[in-house]
């Protein structure tokens, strides 16, 4: 489906739209990060359950003076954004745990490729010479990064899998988002997105839950307002920038998730990964300077 909406011109897309995807990465990146923490001392869906409920809250409480219903005809793709939003977050959350931030963060960035497929199948967006290389970037920067020669644990083995499979679900949210983003605002795909994933973590909370120590509290604050910012910056952004330049800005979070991770977790942060993370932002430079 394609829209009739004029294309922005080149420097909104660089300013109000990679820009601002880009700032969203960094948020995203320290997420995964703080999820690590989190799910040390809770499960990883009791852990997505408080990330979608806490930042309900949170955008509930910003637009309580707006209009929170979708124009006519898109209730169910509102829907279908949060569905293949939640989805993606609930598989990222439990690659986070068994195969920590920086990798299950690196593997989710693949899902710029399954952005590209939805968005130039089923939304018009041009596939070109310069989205070729960007995405052919983006996979080797993973490669350089991932070292698929490396011996692995099995539940390295696990959470790089659901880590995969996240990606290709974050790949259709992005492109849903990127349409609905041509009627709707980021606020209200952004409030309905964290309601559905509400909805569907619940179950989790009737399991025996942790007690709440200062750690895990301080983690979970973390976890929430680093969503609720990465969410709307990455919606707003899609206003402007299209789906797959977009995903690749996004995708440039396992930088942050690597470095973060190294800092505050006392992770080794190779050179092989510095060089990966280097090719992904030549990636997206290359991505934005497509005219």
Not at 8 to 22: A, D, E, N, Q, Y
Not at 227 to 241: C, E, K, N, R, T
Not at 250 to 256: K, Q
């Amino acid at each position: 489906m394609t829209t009739s909406k004029r294309p922005p011109g080149r420097r909104v897309v660089l300013l109000k739209g990679i820009g601002m995807i880009f700032v969203a990465s960094i948020l995203f990146g320290l997420m995964a990060v703080f999820v690590r923490l989190a799910t040390r001392e809770m499960p990883p869906l009791q852990v997505a359950f408080v990330r979608f409920t806490g930042a309900l809250l949170v955008l509930l409480a910003l637009g309580r003076s707006r209009a929170l219903r979708p124009q006519p005809g898109n209730l169910m793709r509102v829907v279908q954004r949060g569905l293949l939003g939640a989805g993606a977050i609930m598989l990222y959350f439990h690659g986070i745990r068994w195969a920590g931030a920086g990798l299950a963060t690196l593997l989710n960035c693949t899902y710029p490729v399954f952005t590209a497929l939805f968005a130039t199948t089923f939304m018009g967006e041009r596939f070109d010479g310069h989205v070729g290389a960007a995405l052919s970037l983006n996979l080797v920067g993973v490669v350089v990064i991932l070292n698929p020669t490396a011996p692995v644990s099995p539940s390295v083995t696990w959470g790089s899998l659901c880590a995969l499979v996240a990606a290709v679900f974050a790949g259709g949210a992005v492109a849903t988002a990127r349409q609905l983003r041509a009627t709707e605002s980021a606020l209200l795909i952004t409030t309905y997105f964290m309601a559905v994933g509400a909805v569907l973590t619940a179950p989790a909370m009737f399991a025996t839950l942790p007690p709440l120590s200062p750690s895990l509290l301080l983690a979970l604050t973390g976890v929430v307002l680093t969503s609720v910012g990465g969410q709307l910056l990455l919606h707003q952004g899609l206003g402007f920038a299209p789906a797959i330049q977009g995903s690749l800005a996004a995708a440039t979070s396992v930088v942050t998730a690597a470095v973060a991770e190294a800092l505050c977790l006392g992770e080794h942060l190779s050179r092989q990964s510095i060089i990966g993370a280097v090719i992904m932002l030549c990636a997206v430079a290359l991505a934005a300077s497509r005219k």
